[in-house]
């Protein structure tokens, strides 16, 4: 069993950063590749970013190439996202998850958390 808090989320300009953590419980963390997806209003939730379970391979979703950079710590049991040169476009809740398969996908019999609202001014 595995549970999952977000945490960084906030309102923020564009261009600026914002840094999400994912604290995960449970002492297999290091063994699940991690992932971060996001959520619009009236969107369907969406890949953000992916970690293996090693920290080796990493994936994005084209939009956030090169700005945002997804890292785990399995000795702290937390996965994190950092967002540079945000934009308004990059607003919704911020979920992490966490799944045997890598890429992670949105199935919803994984373990997700409860998700973090990024709001983008522009």
């Known amino acids: 069993q595995v549970q999952l808090v977000e945490s960084g989320g906030g309102l923020v300009q564009a261009g600026g950063s914002l840094r999400l953590s994912c604290a995960a419980s449970?002492?297999?963390?290091?063994?699940?590749?991690m992932g971060w997806f996001r959520q619009a209003p009236g969107k369907e939730r969406e890949s953000v970013a992916a970690?293996?379970?090693?920290?080796?391979?990493?994936t994005y979703t084209d939009s956030v190439k090169g700005r945002f950079t997804i890292s785990r710590g399995n000795a702290k049991n937390t996965v994190y996202l950092q967002m540079n040169s945000l934009k308004p476009e990059d607003t919704a809740v911020y979920f992490c998850?966490?799944?045997?398969?890598?890429?992670?996908?949105?199935?919803?019999?994984?373990?997700w958390g409860q998700g973090t609202q990024v709001t983008v001014s522009s």
């Open positions: 998850t966490a799944q045997t398969r890598y890429p992670p996908n949105v199935s919803k019999d994984e373990y």
């Open positions: 449970g002492r297999t963390f290091s063994t699940y590749a």
């Open positions: 970690i293996d379970w090693r920290g080796v391979s990493t």
